[in-house]
């Protein structure tokens, strides 16, 4: 408190090393991999482990993305109804005659589409909430899949498309290899790049990042059509993991992978977390999800488990990690005068 | 004390905007009210009007309580899980003891509502965890419990009693129980808002909440008060919604939250606090409920609606902000002169 050192580098240390969020990922990551295998036999093998891994990692594309825009300070709850709409989009235009690789393209492009128009409204009309935007265009996105398919069902993809999520290379699920390439790419790009620094200035303080000349408007637009363009991966994956779409397709998938970014230890006020926490809470949920239904647990039990998951990472952060850097609503400093300078030494 | 007094007073000065978007409310209203009844002439006759109200009772109780969540900036995602948990309760209660007092069966859902209210209050309040964030573990948490509470299965209408189906098809005085319980509610929570010291508090911390810190409100108390509330309306709502649809399931309600911010962002309530008015909001909920009850008679296809309904949303949200711009530029423009 006394004095405040300005420094890029934080200082390394054994204890600070030891002293991270991901490690209690992992241990929780260790935990839940023991439960299944002593829940059901067939659970601990590489085989099952590796290949079941195309049972959940389609939603995970989003989870990276998300992370930005979380680190940003925003949210983003249409993601779901933009996988739902560009999902839709293909599979009539694919059925209305447009061969399956342009169907696919079309996919990616309105899946960006939608984020763009999100991240175009949102820096219009900066009064408005990040939450407030994307929940009208959650809405309105999948009113328009609604109004494109109604209540029917569209598929009959050719063979080969099923391949992007079912086939494997040797072993491994092609869907993990494509989530892998990913990952790094977007660990590169938030840790790595001048963009991935902008993204934290921004999330830590808006106006400071403005003000030394970021262009604050051109960053946020491009997480949004980033997070669109992933959330067409994430409706290729899906739709070729299911056969055929449907305008429902997807429903709550924002939660979920919201919860899964928080769960990681991106903090929701802005401007901390990393990449690889999202990733492992990805695993750790899909393997609680995958294991737990071997042994024929219904899905309400998960529910249960990740709304708790959710709730306990937030309050340990803020509690024992000093996760909010900045606190939440303005002013929480004033009611806890002793607990915040902790981070700032 | 004397600065509280005070801030209605400003309030009254500062709301010439406000009143004028509450006025555009109903013109918009109005030329809808207009143009269905072109469209189709039973939209403007008593038993429609009867229905649409009966039908928008429950959105608007629920809307009361999210417009003071939002006042205080916060955002409640699990009012639609709370539903379902306190009418399922309150269904599987009346089933093991049919010849339980309705009014027993109302108390017992709104005390669902209060402790999922209050852990989410405590949450926001208490540890500083984001609203959005608080609200959507818990969502998930409540749902799960309803399910596994009823096992999977739904309570039907021949397992409710007739006293407690008639809780909200019943009338007294010739009006709809719904419809008086509403308005009930809006009555009190108008007073509440505007001529209580408490209420006033409310807007402070939601529209500055190190002003409100400063000058000694206590901020902690009233962020969980108006969480509590919120759970216990959702927990009342959820009671009515049983008994009016004669039928309680996992999936009551799901994603009925949603509707609930719409009618509060339609009616002008600020999502990011502050801001937000019983009138309006009744013109919301209103305005919401119209869009739900009109379109199937005006012949729009079901699967439109949705979509209507998102872009009728975005379209306020923007009007709001261009208004408040325009009105600003005014001012400023008056200044310099």
Redesign the interface.
Known sequence: MSERSISVDRPRSLRRFFFQWEWLLVLIFIAVNLINSSLSRYYLNLRSLVGSTNSFLDMAFLVLPMTFVIILGNIDISVASTVALSAVVMAVSFNAGLPMPLAAILCLVVGTACGLLNGLIMIKFKELSAVIVTLATMIIYRGIAYVILEDQASGHFPKWYSFLAWGSIGPVPLILIVFAACAIAFGLLLHKTSFGRKVFAMGNNLTAARYSGIRTDSVIVAVSALTGLMAGFTSLFLSSRMGSTRPNVALGYELSVIAMVVLGGVSTAGGSGRIGGPILAVFIIGYLNYGLGLVNTTANVLLIIIGSLLILSVLVLNVRFGGHRRPAPPGARVIAPGKAPDEKA | MSAEAKAPARARANRSGEGFRELGLLVFIAILCIAFQLRNHSFLTLANIKDLLDNTAILGILAVGMMLVLIT?G?DLSIGATIALAGMTSALTGMAIPRINPLLSILEGMAVGLVIGSVIGI?VAR????P???S??????????T??ESK?AWVSAYQMSDDFKSLSTGTTLGVNNLVLIALVIFALFWYFVNHTKTGRRIYAIGSN??A???SGIP??KLLWLVYATMGVLAGLAGVLWVSKFASAQ?DTALGYE?NV??AC?LGGVS??GGSGKVSGLVLGTILLGMLNNALPLIDV?P?????????V??AA??TN?AV??NNQRLALRKRAI
């Open positions: 900036g955002i949450l540890f500083k965890v984001l959005i964030i608080a959507l573990g818990l969502m998930n948490i409540v749902r799960g419990v399910y596994i999977g909440p190190d409100a810190d400063v901020r902690r996992g949603l911010i719409a962002v999502i990011s296809s699967f439109w609606q949705q979509f209507i309904q998102g872009i949303i975005l949200v923007l902000v408040k711009r």
